[in-house]
């Protein structure tokens, strides 16, 4: 089976990547905090393969955003090389590879709820199903911003790499802007294909 095969492929360079990364970070506390998602979901994927397989597109997604969290993870988001380049290119004064983790906080939940939306036959509708999708889009990202201000009140100054705001004031509202655009990308352009995989995989 593709999506088998997805899986098993995608978690060997995964756990590679993240044994790797975490040799040496730049910061272990942070590291650990922004790789705990990937170590959470990676056993819960294996878990619940036979019972409820996602389709190759989704595991791919999933395996793409943990990868950017691993490296926002060794660096430190506010110093991954990779966004002092997009910083240069835009003329930007701070590094935004943050946004781009944000982006994809809204991008890849969004085709993992229309997938168990569509699955369970909870919704009838293309608008109500893009509605629905928004709005869990929109509660993980408030949720994991919650996350972040019990870690800054727990961590005091030492949060302030987990954090990455850099300094900007309207980080938390500019986190949420830009993972409600990933949700949106998401449903602008991947329906379709994703529709082919949720076919392949009732076949």
Same mark, same amino acid.
């Given at each position: 089976m593709m999506q088998v095969r997805c899986l098993q492929l995608g978690s060997l360079a995964l756990i590679a990547v993240l044994i790797a990364s975490g040799i040496h970070p730049f910061?272990?506390?942070?590291?650990?905090?922004?790789?705990?998602?990937?170590?959470?979901?990676?056993?819960?994927?294996?878990?619940?393969?036979?019972?409820?397989?996602?389709?190759?597109?989704? /595991?791919?997604?999933?395996?793409?955003?943990?990868?950017?969290?691993?490296?926002?993870?060794?660096?430190?988001?506010?110093?991954?090389?990779?966004?002092f380049e997009i910083a240069q290119w835009l003329g930007l004064d701070r590094n935004p590879y943050?946004?781009?983790?944000?982006?994809?906080?809204?991008?890849?939940?969004a085709i993992a709820v229309r997938e168990i939306l569509l699955r369970?036959? /909870?919704?009838?509708?293309?608008?109500?199903l893009a509605f629905l999708v928004i709005c869990v889009v929109l509660a993980i990202s408030a949720s994991y911003e919650l996350i972040e201000w019990a870690a800054a009140l727990w961590m005091g100054q030492g949060a302030d790499e987990f954090l990455g705001t850099q300094g900007y004031e309207w980080d938390t509202q500019s986190d949420m802007w830009f993972a409600l655009l990933g949700g949106i990308s998401a449903l602008l352009l991947l329906p379709r294909w994703h529709d082919r995989f949720l076919a392949r995989l009732n076949k």
């Open positions: 910061d272990r506390s942070t590291w650990l905090m922004e790789v705990l998602p990937v170590i959470i979901v990676l056993p819960l994927l294996w878990a619940g393969y036979r019972r409820y397989p996602l389709t190759a597109l989704l /595991y791919s997604l999933i395996f793409l955003h943990a990868l950017v969290l691993i490296v926002g993870g060794a660096y430190s988001y506010a110093r991954v090389p990779l966004g943050d946004k781009i983790g944000h982006f994809m906080q809204g991008f890849v939940p369970g036959a /909870y919704v009838r509708g293309s608008n109500m």
